[in-house]
């Protein structure tokens, strides 16, 4: 009686399923499951005390990458940088106070032989008005003594106003560079925020490839399991003389070429273990040693996709690089308002007010301040400088600049729009191709059943067998790929069109 043989395509079906989790994340992510069963496959990367496997999920590789990601780290501090700047042009309208003490000796030796000299100070404070106007009161008191005459003290109390009536003058033209200060600063919250969402969408990504790199070295190594079997049994055949030995070269060749498709899978497990440990930088010691156990699976999403055109909608309104091209016009329509008020003359009003006392110590002066002395003067100052070239030049230079701006957002816009869109048709692509790879699979799977089942009974031979094997091995890698290029391809969407921050439930005010 035949006794029965055990094929490998019966040992290929309880391995190949790939398991499917879909449940709600605590961070609401829909690709996700908390609650499904954990992944404990990690590299072979040697632990101690001190190294202990990172286990993480999905939401746990995002907050520890924006905790910890060196790189997130140095761009976090550019707002508070360009927030000096803003601190820095407000500043001139801060009030300023200065003094003064000199003295002074001089001998004489004209007509007599008389020494004398002076010794004065003073305080002054001064302030400059967002109008364009400067106002300044201080304070002066002076000695005047001599071999000829009684000491003379003096105090002197004065105001200051000058007001710039064209250049120099008005709101606008004097709160210029602290508006645009503070467009810089929010530029730089945006950029902050475009960073922030690469690195969401790179820790993501990385995490399903390495999910991805995980379950090929499992596939790899059933296909050598596979291969060893089949060399096993083709060489039984061959003792038995069932087949010539022409055959072993096909199922070693095979079996090698498996071999080293395992390494190769292997190393790229490595490299992106390294590059995910990169991105998360856990804080610890040993970075570069730590293995890694995922504890979320690859699984198709319960994701609806609104049409290409909301889509579209939101990206013009969230996309950080759409919204500094904005700012960008703000602060050109700023610089002309600058530049402009700088081809007027300049045209100064001032006015000079002062009470002075006089006596014989500086008590006696001071009090004297309220008597009926009192000086005053006033004028007006002009300054044009002939041809103006300099003033003009600058705002021709800042209406072109502004005019190219606004041809940089027209064309940032459409290229947002065609990024969308192509990201939108990626989904619709991976979406469909998950179905498909699973067909081919399938077909892939029967097709390698039937040869076996033909070269057991001598109809077939070990290449052809060897060659359904690599069909099969390669359905296997295409449809794990196809699920995740379909998880990577919705995130590269929502980055894509600003959102993804949002939907990940990370606030930006954590960002700053």
């Given at each position: ?7 490998p ?94 003295a ?14 002076i ?30 005459y ?41 950029e ?23 379950r ?10 596979l ?8 060489e ?46 856990p ?21 609806k ?54 006596a ?74 998950i ?11 029967e ?18 067998v ?47």
């Amino acid at each position: 009686m035949r006794k029965k043989r055990i094929f490998p395509a019966d040992l290929l079906t309880r391995f190949l399923i790939i398991p499917v989790f879909c449940a709600l994340w605590v961070l609401e992510f829909p690709c996700i499951s908390e609650g499904a069963e954990k992944q404990t496959v990690q590299t072979g990367v040697s632990s101690s005390a001190e190294n202990v496997p990172l286990a993480i999920t999905l939401g746990d590789a995002i907050v520890m990458a924006l905790k910890n990601n060196r790189a997130l780290r140095v761009e976090r501090l550019n707002p508070s940088i360009r927030k000096t700047y803003e601190n820095q042009e407000s500043a001139v309208f801060d009030p300023a106070v200065s003094a003064e003490v000199s003295a002074s000796r001089e001998r004489s030796l004209e007509t007599t032989d008389t020494t004398g000299g002076i010794t004065d100070g003073g305080v002054e404070i001064t302030k400059f008005l967002p109008t364009g106007t400067e106002l300044s009161a201080g304070i002066t008191a002076y000695r005047d003594w001599s071999d000829l005459y009684s000491d003379r003290y003096g105090t002197r109390l004065g105001l200051t106003v000058t007001q710039s009536l064209l250049r120099g003058g008005g709101i606008d033209f004097n709160l210029a560079s602290v508006r645009q200060a503070r467009l810089d600063t929010l530029s730089s919250q945006y950029e902050l925020r475009g960073f922030a969402e690469n690195l969401v969408a790179e820790v993501e990504m990385t995490y399903w490839n390495y999910a991805l790199a995980i379950r090929q070295i499992e596939i790899y190594r059933q296909s050598v399991d596979l291969a060893e079997h089949q060399l096993k049994e083709t060489e039984e055949r061959i003792s038995v003389g069932t087949i010539g030995e022409i055959e072993l070269a096909a199922a070693r060749a095979e079996l090698a070429l498996r071999k080293e498709a395992m390494i190769n899978a292997q190393s790229n497990l490595e490299s992106i273990r390294l590059r995910l440990l990169r991105l998360l930088n856990p804080s610890n010691n040993g970075l570069w040693n730590r293995g890694i156990t995922l504890k979320n699976l690859p699984a198709v999403p319960d994701v609806k996709l609104d049409d290409v055109e909301s889509h579209s909608a939101v990206a013009l309104r969230m996309r950080p690089d759409l919204n500094q091209a904005r700012l960008a016009i703000n602060r050109g329509d700023i610089e002309i308002v600058k530049t402009k008020n700088g081809l007027l003359p300049k045209m100064d009003l001032f006015i000079n007010l002062g009470k002075t006392g006089y006596a014989d110590s500086f008590g006696g002066s001071a009090e004297d301040i309220g008597g009926k002395g009192y000086d005053i003067s006033g004028g007006i100052a002009f300054e044009w400088p002939i041809g103006n070239r300099d003033a003009e030049s600058r705002h021709r230079r800042a209406v072109l600049g502004r005019q190219q701006a606004g041809e940089a957002l027209e064309n940032l816009t459409q290229l947002a729009e065609l990024d969308v869109r192509l990201a939108y048709i990626e989904v619709n692509r991976a979406s469909q191709q998950i179905t498909a790879t699973a067909a081919t699979r399938s077909l892939e799977e029967e097709k390698l059943r039937a040869e076996t089942e033909k070269f057991s009974v001598g109809r077939s031979t070990a290449l052809l067998v060897a060659q359904a094997q690599r069909d099969f091995l390669d359905s296997q890698i295409t449809e794990v790929q196809a699920l995740v290029n379909y998880l990577n391809s919705l995130v590269d969407l929502f980055r894509l069109e600003g959102s993804l921050l949002e939907r990940r439930g990370v606030s930006t005010d954590s960002l700053h």
